[in-house]
Protein backbone atom coordinates (compact mmCIF):
# COMPACT_ATOMS: atom_id res chain seq x y z
CA UNK A 1 0.00 0.00 0.00
CA UNK A 2 3.10 2.36 0.88
CA UNK A 3 4.54 1.66 -2.22
CA UNK A 4 1.62 2.42 -4.41
CA UNK A 5 1.01 5.41 -3.03
CA UNK A 6 4.39 6.64 -3.48
CA UNK A 7 4.33 5.56 -6.75
CA UNK A 8 1.15 7.88 -7.24
CA UNK A 9 2.57 10.98 -5.03
CA UNK A 10 6.00 10.48 -7.55
CA UNK A 11 3.56 11.01 -10.33
CA UNK A 12 2.33 14.05 -8.56
CA UNK A 13 5.57 15.50 -8.12
CA UNK A 14 6.93 15.22 -11.15
CA UNK A 15 3.50 16.28 -13.13
CA UNK A 16 3.75 18.99 -10.87
CA UNK A 17 7.22 20.50 -10.72
CA UNK A 18 9.35 18.37 -13.59
CA UNK A 19 7.70 18.33 -16.36
CA UNK A 20 8.69 21.14 -17.66
CA UNK A 21 5.61 22.93 -18.33
CA UNK A 22 4.11 20.53 -20.74
CA UNK A 23 1.11 19.51 -18.42
CA UNK A 24 -0.05 21.38 -15.31
CA UNK A 25 -2.40 20.98 -12.26
CA UNK A 26 -4.90 22.80 -11.34
CA UNK A 27 -6.78 23.19 -8.62
CA UNK A 28 -9.35 25.65 -11.06
CA UNK A 29 -12.21 24.04 -13.19
CA UNK A 30 -10.90 23.62 -16.45
CA UNK A 31 -13.35 26.16 -18.94
CA UNK A 32 -13.22 29.93 -19.72
CA UNK A 33 -12.83 33.04 -18.08
CA UNK A 34 -15.25 34.86 -19.34
CA UNK A 35 -12.89 37.69 -20.73
CA UNK A 36 -13.49 35.69 -24.43
CA UNK A 37 -17.45 36.07 -24.08
CA UNK A 38 -17.14 40.05 -23.17
CA UNK A 39 -15.37 40.57 -26.14
CA UNK A 40 -17.44 38.87 -28.46
CA UNK A 41 -20.47 40.97 -26.63
CA UNK A 42 -18.22 43.99 -27.15
CA UNK A 43 -18.29 43.53 -31.00
CA UNK A 44 -21.66 42.55 -31.02
CA UNK A 45 -23.11 45.70 -29.36
CA UNK A 46 -20.84 48.00 -31.67
CA UNK A 47 -23.35 46.17 -34.75
CA UNK A 48 -26.39 47.19 -32.79
CA UNK A 49 -26.98 51.06 -31.87
CA UNK A 50 -29.40 51.51 -29.34
CA UNK A 51 -32.92 53.08 -29.86
CA UNK A 52 -33.97 55.80 -27.99
CA UNK A 53 -37.28 55.26 -28.83
CA UNK A 54 -37.36 51.39 -27.17
CA UNK A 55 -37.68 53.56 -23.71
CA UNK A 56 -40.13 55.16 -21.92
CA UNK A 57 -37.45 57.29 -20.46
CA UNK A 58 -35.71 58.65 -23.17
CA UNK A 59 -32.96 60.29 -21.19
CA UNK A 60 -31.90 56.85 -19.68
CA UNK A 61 -29.35 56.51 -22.67
CA UNK A 62 -28.26 60.19 -22.86
CA UNK A 63 -25.91 60.04 -19.96
CA UNK A 64 -22.53 61.20 -20.15
CA UNK A 65 -19.50 61.41 -17.91
CA UNK A 66 -20.83 64.66 -16.34
CA UNK A 67 -24.26 63.54 -15.76
CA UNK A 68 -23.69 63.23 -11.85
CA UNK A 69 -21.82 66.45 -11.45
CA UNK A 70 -24.96 68.19 -13.35
CA UNK A 71 -27.11 66.49 -10.74
CA UNK A 72 -24.94 67.17 -7.84
CA UNK A 73 -24.94 70.75 -8.86
CA UNK A 74 -28.52 71.30 -9.40
CA UNK A 75 -28.96 69.72 -5.60
CA UNK A 76 -26.06 72.00 -4.24
CA UNK A 77 -28.58 74.76 -3.01
CA UNK A 78 -30.81 72.14 -1.47
CA UNK A 79 -28.29 70.63 0.70
CA UNK A 80 -27.78 71.87 4.95
CA UNK A 81 -24.65 73.22 4.85
CA UNK A 82 -21.73 71.39 6.34
CA UNK A 83 -20.16 72.34 9.87
CA UNK A 84 -17.39 74.23 9.50
CA UNK A 85 -14.36 74.55 12.56
CA UNK A 86 -14.15 78.06 11.60
CA UNK A 87 -17.43 79.31 12.96
CA UNK A 88 -19.23 78.48 15.97
CA UNK A 89 -22.24 76.35 15.65
CA UNK A 90 -25.58 78.00 16.44
CA UNK A 91 -27.24 77.41 19.32
CA UNK A 92 -30.30 76.03 19.04
CA UNK A 93 -33.86 78.18 20.49
CA UNK A 94 -36.06 76.66 22.74
CA UNK A 95 -39.23 78.92 23.32
CA UNK A 96 -41.81 78.00 26.44
CA UNK A 97 -44.40 79.74 26.33
CA UNK A 98 -46.57 80.10 29.42
Given amino acids: MIVQS????????????LSGG??????APSGTTGIEHA?????KGL????????YKCIEY????????????????SLRVPQPS???ADVAPKVTISS
Fill in 61 to 76: LNFNKWSFYDKEVDMM
Fill in 47 to 54: KYKQDFKD
Fill in 22 to 27: KESISA
Fill in 85 to 87: NKK
Fill in 39 to 43: DAFKQ
Fill in 6 to 17: SRSFSKFIFKRF
